[in-house]
């Protein structure tokens, strides 16, 4: 069982449409981050959030906190091509020994 | 300017062979990383180091050795490579053992 449960793991969807993608665990966290992973390149950090209940913009990309600090989830309005990747969170957690820890991802196509 | 780079992007071997792959960072941090993504792009941690010492060692079998001959530099070699070792590997450095990771684009290694 992964610590950080991404969903869903894939999602096509058309260039203007809004999606969500949901990053979930059983665990308090003190932070987490969301990266975005392009083909054939690394991941790049997009954000890193830390108070429970927090929103962080990111122009079309809005990023949420849960209150319990258990989960966070990634919105983007009026998706483009340019969109499309892997998106990855990550959170440090102590049990783990302060190693950056992945969630499986989830793969977004943005059809033009 | 190349923030996080490797070398090779692609390495192709046969089984049994010994290979190495370097990494190389010119953002004046002191740790860098070793991570696997595997074929369902799942991200793990392998190996850090801090100012050239190893900090981070994770489950990893003993034919994977990083060297690190200084703060800028990580490098990763592996001996009698098996079939399952084909994946890409991933270099990354931070300022201290901190949340912010800059990821270089990777290495694809495949196993024949």
């Known amino acids: 069982t992964q610590l950080l449960e991404q969903s869903p793991q894939f999602l096509s969807i058309q260039e203007g449409e809004n999606l969500t993608v949901y990053c979930n665990s059983s665990s308090v966290f003190s932070s987490l981050q969301w990266y975005r992973q392009e083909p054939g390149e690394g991941p790049v950090l997009l954000v890193t959030?830390?108070?429970?209940?927090e929103v962080k913009k990111l122009k079309r990309l809005t990023f949420q906190f849960g209150d319990a600090r258990k989960d966070s989830s990634l919105h983007i309005t009026a998706a483009q091509p340019g969109d499309t990747g892997l998106y990855l969170c990550?959170?440090?957690?102590?049990?783990?020994?302060?190693?950056?820890?992945f969630g499986g991802g989830t793969r977004v196509l943005v059809k033009p | 300017d190349t923030a996080v780079s490797q070398t090779p992007k692609y390495l192709v071997t046969q089984m049994g062979n010994d290979k190495s792959i370097k990494c190389e960072q010119n953002l004046g941090h002191d740790t860098m990383y070793w991570y696997k993504q595997d074929s369902k792009k799942f991200l793990k941690i392998m190996f850090s180091y801090n100012n050239k010492e190893l900090i981070i060692n994770e489950t990893v079998p003993n034919r994977f050795s990083p060297k690190s001959p200084d703060k800028a530099h990580l490098n990763l070699h592996i001996n009698s490579l098996e079939l399952g070792d084909s994946a890409v590997y991933f270099c990354?450095?931070?300022?201290?053992?901190?949340?912010?990771?800059?990821f270089g684009p990777g290495t694809r290694l495949t196993v024949t």
């Open positions: 990550a959170t440090l957690p102590k049990a783990a020994g302060n190693k950056l820890t």
């Open positions: 959030v830390v108070t429970g209940g």
């Open positions: 990354a450095s931070s300022q201290g053992t901190v949340y912010e990771q800059y």
